[in-house]
């Protein structure tokens, strides 16, 4: 391992979306990543392109929005240090549904999708733990868009 | 609201000894009124009359627009400023468009301090977390208020604020001096973004997991709608925060304020007096009742 992948390795194993990860795996991963940086105001990826990444932010901001003809983009989400970013690369037809655009400085982890398919079909268990680890974070989505379909903040109050 | 006259809203409180009888209103004139948001207005009011005693944190008092009604509405003030009483509201009904309406010079009634604090005494040497949604920010406002002003007692200080869209956000002028403490974390999250906006979208409950504090030694401070305190109750708890110290201030339709007219009763509770801030242990079984 060289020191490059040796210093990502570290780097993967104290993201919050990894935690816990066997080495074994996470060692595996970083022959798959590489370290990126972005200014704010970088568009990441697009709707309709192929999702052959994903992004482990370590810092900065990151919307994913979805462009709307004859408005601004409607921004969805934010997503930021310690998030995952994208999960399109994990299921066919492999393109993203929706866009990433940075609105701060960010870093994150970039990872290499095709790869990371193969050491899923691979090892089960590799991607046993990953697609768990994909899930939670789906499920934490959308329990977040139903939060927000409920109109948290105003709920009809009562009229006094 | 229709003016009321200092002598006209004396001749309306009547004679009672409003300095002792928790059910007769003292006299207070609006000196002050601020819009925050469209239907939501802060007033800062003095006393004509004997004022209330001093608030703590997270009390409440009964505001009565002459003529109209009475409502709850929590303290959003500085609870060391004795002289001057400030309130946050939301223009929803009848009682509390009156009381939105009310200008410098209006006369209100005032009963209270009534109900549990914050308790912030019980928590030195803890983080304090904040965490606030839409009008909920109010009656945070004066625990955060008092926290900065006794900042050494506490370790880290983290607000966590969560709105439907960037025009309703409160306490602007606050929030930029917060925001610019170095020992204050702010994060604030709207549902829906609007051009301009640079900061995060999403519901409160999406800050919590990487939110800056020690779940250990944290105590939590939750104010919003119903809904919004379940689940970011459950949040906390995920997070690793012990329900005996994550605290929650619930509201419901509270009438006398003094525990006598049963309109608040929540099972086995008056949320009047007993509440509006309650330990999540104590509250979680009664949340989770439907018929409450």
Not at chain 1, 18 to 42: E, I, K, N, S, Y
Not at chain 1, 135 to 145: C, D, P, Y
Not at chain 2, 39 to 59: R, Y
């Amino acid at each position: 391992m060289t020191d490059e992948v040796a210093g990502i390795a570290t780097r993967l194993a104290k993201h919050p979306f990894l935690a816990g990860m066997p080495d074994v795996h996470v060692q595996a991963l970083a022959g798959l990543a590489r370290l990126q940086r972005w200014p704010a105001d970088t568009r990441l990826f697009s709707e309709h392109r192929t999702a052959d990444r994903f992004f482990l932010l370590e810092e900065g901001l990151v919307y994913i929005e979805m462009p709307i003809p004859g408005q601004e983009d409607m921004v969805l989400e934010t997503v930021r240090g310690g998030d995952v970013l994208g999960w399109s690369w994990l299921f066919p037809p492999y393109v993203w549904h929706f866009s990433a655009l940075t609105v701060a400085p960010t870093e994150a982890i970039v990872l290499a999708a095709a790869g990371v398919r193969e050491r899923c079909e691979a090892s089960p268990e590799f991607g046993y733990d990953l697609i768990r680890r994909v899930a939670g974070v789906a499920i934490q989505r959308l329990h977040a868009v139903r939060l927000r379909l409920m109109n948290l903040y105003d709920p009809t109050p009562p009229r006094r | 609201m229709t003016a009321v006259t200092e002598s006209a809203a004396a001749d309306l409180v009547g004679s009672a000894d409003s300095g002792t009888d928790p059910m007769v209103p003292h006299r207070y004139r609006v000196v002050r009124r601020r819009l925050e948001t469209r239907d939501t207005v802060t007033q800062l009011l003095e006393p004509l009359d004997e004022p209330i005693p001093a608030f703590a944190p997270g009390q409440f008092a009964m505001l009565y627009a002459f003529g109209v009604g009475e409502v709850p509405i929590s303290m959003s003030g500085d609870p060391s400023r004795v002289e001057l009483l400030q309130h946050t509201l939301r223009n929803v009904g009848a009682v509390t468009g009156a009381l939105c309406a009310a200008r410098p010079g209006a006369v209100i009634g005032v009963r209270g301090p009534f109900g549990t604090s914050w308790d912030l005494n019980s928590a030195y040497g803890h983080d304090l977390v904040f965490i606030a949604g839409g009008i909920g920010l109010a009656p945070l406002r004066s625990a955060l208020l008092q926290a900065l002003s006794q900042r050494e007692r506490y370790r880290r200080l983290v607000l966590l604020l969560g709105v439907r869209n960037p025009d309703e956000l409160m306490f602007r002028k606050d929030l930029r001096s917060w925001k610019g403490l170095f020992d204050v974390d702010v994060e604030i999250t709207v549902d829906r973004g609007a051009p301009g906006w640079r900061g995060q979208v999403g519901v409160v409950t999406t800050l919590l997991p990487q939110a800056p504090f020690d779940p250990d030694n944290a105590v939590a401070f939750v104010c919003g709608p119903e809904v919004m305190l379940r689940f970011t109750a459950l949040g906390l708890s995920q997070r690793g925060v012990p329900a005996q110290r994550i605290r929650l201030s619930t509201e419901r339709n509270m009438k006398c304020g003094v525990g006598l007219c049963g309109h608040c009763q929540l099972g086995p509770v008056l949320v009047c007096r007993d509440g509006p801030v309650f330990s999540y242990d104590r509250l979680a079984p009664l949340l989770h009742v439907r018929e409450l």
